[in-house]
């Protein structure tokens, strides 16, 4: 990061072991912290440059995107807002926020508020009088709606980043959700679906009219297809991979695509709440994914719950700030095609290093430690 801008400079990845991560949880936490200390040597030592901050993202089911619209009307509106009158607009609309999502994650899960940590808070639109501003100190309005999204883990999963950071011997200065971070891809866009599809689990992320209505991980994974294919086929893992854009296990790619058809839909439908859906959806994958993309493009929602106004229709993300590395050396665009997760949690950071340059986002955290 320099002048608020940021440069790649070196990408190393490291396999996990597939018996390291079971049900989307580390199985294996000793396995996980050693890999992570093997690329991280990797890439300083290619990178020639020694780091001791770390942003991760931990795997886990136990995370909580819960968002709300608030409405705030002023008592006072003779005067415009200054800063005792902004911390006090926000600390109330953020309490409310907290009140509705503690509950509302105590009567989904069983969590209560002494189970959860708080990791990102993030305040999406800002209107006055209907207008959208990035800042409310010196106007003058009389109605404020904000939508708020903030994400929790729990306790025990939030002190993986402190065993991490002890073992790596690094500090872990923050722990940015992937599902979060992909929806930075699309910040121009009001409207997207993204599904994010691993061999271990199915995320399944929703921005509609600019603000995140959640995001859910699924226990339906590309390893369920492969399972199956590897049943009937004498083919390693590789090899089904290296064909499955192909013309072959169409059986097992019928049985697979009308499984994942059907829970998409009805995870959708209870996301959406019955609204309509985006058509904009954007799939990421680390590998082959276009028989996913043509069945769900050509195939009729009509007799399932979930509401499209149009076909689904796949759209694709601007790559900016690695631009330069892809044209210098081909080996860049495998890296940008296979690890997008990465590149938006770069993206993320950056954003997030920019708006603590803000008045108003600096006055959010302040409410938040003080509330927490």
């Known amino acids: 990061m320099l002048n608020r801008n940021v440069e790649l400079i070196w990408y190393w990845e490291k396999r996990q072991d597939t018996n390291d991560i079971n049900l989307q949880e580390i199985s294996n936490l000793e396995s996980v912290c050693e890999s992570i200390n093997q690329a991280i040597e990797k890439a300083q030592i290619d990178a020639k440059i020694k780091i001791n901050d770390y942003i991760i993202n931990i795997p886990s089911q136990n995370l909580f995107f819960e968002s709300s619209k608030i409405n705030f009307i002023r008592e006072n509106n003779d005067k415009d807002i200054d800063e005792e009158e902004l911390y006090g607009i926000l600390k109330n609309i953020e309490t409310q926020a907290f009140k509705n999502h503690y509950k509302r994650i105590k009567d989904n899960t069983g969590f209560s508020k002494n189970d959860l940590k708080l990791i990102i808070s993030n305040f999406s639109n800002i209107n006055a009088d209907e207008k959208s501003s990035k800042t409310l100190l010196w106007l003058n309005p009389n109605e404020i709606n904000i939508s708020i999204l903030n994400i ?212 959010i955290k302040e409410i938040v430690e003080e509330i927490n």
Do not use: G
Not at 268 to 292: Q, R, S, T, Y
Not at 301 to 317: G, M, Q, T, V, Y
Not at 330 to 335: A, D, F, G, K, Y
């Open 152 to 363: 929790f883990i729990t306790e025990n999963k939030f002190e993986l980043k402190n065993y991490i950071s002890k073992y790596i011997k690094k500090d872990i200065v923050n722990i940015i959700p992937s599902e979060f971070a992909l929806l930075w891809l699309f910040s121009e866009r009001k409207n997207v679906v993204i599904i994010d599809l691993w061999n271990s689990h199915t995320s399944i992320i929703v921005k509609k009219d600019n603000d995140v209505l959640w995001a859910k991980k699924l226990a339906f994974w590309i390893n369920d297809l492969i399972k199956q294919i590897r049943s009937n086929y004498n083919l390693t893992k590789n090899d089904i991979i290296n064909k499955i854009d192909e013309n072959v296990f169409e059986n097992e790619k019928i049985e697979f695509l009308e499984i994942f058809k059907d829970i998409l839909s009805i995870t959708l439908d209870e996301i959406l709440k019955k609204e309509i859906c985006p058509e904009n959806f954007f799939m990421v994958w680390w590998w082959a994914n276009k028989f996913i993309k043509d069945y769900l493009q050509e195939t009729s929602f009509d007799n399932n719950e979930l509401k499209l106004a149009k076909k689904i229709k796949f759209i694709s993300p601007k790559i900016d700030f690695i631009d330069d590395k892809i044209t210098e050396n081909p080996e860049w665009i495998n890296w940008v095609k296979s690890n997008l997760n990465i590149y938006a949690m770069i993206k993320t950071t950056l954003d997030l290093i920019k708006k603590d340059k803000s008045k108003l986002e600096r006055t």
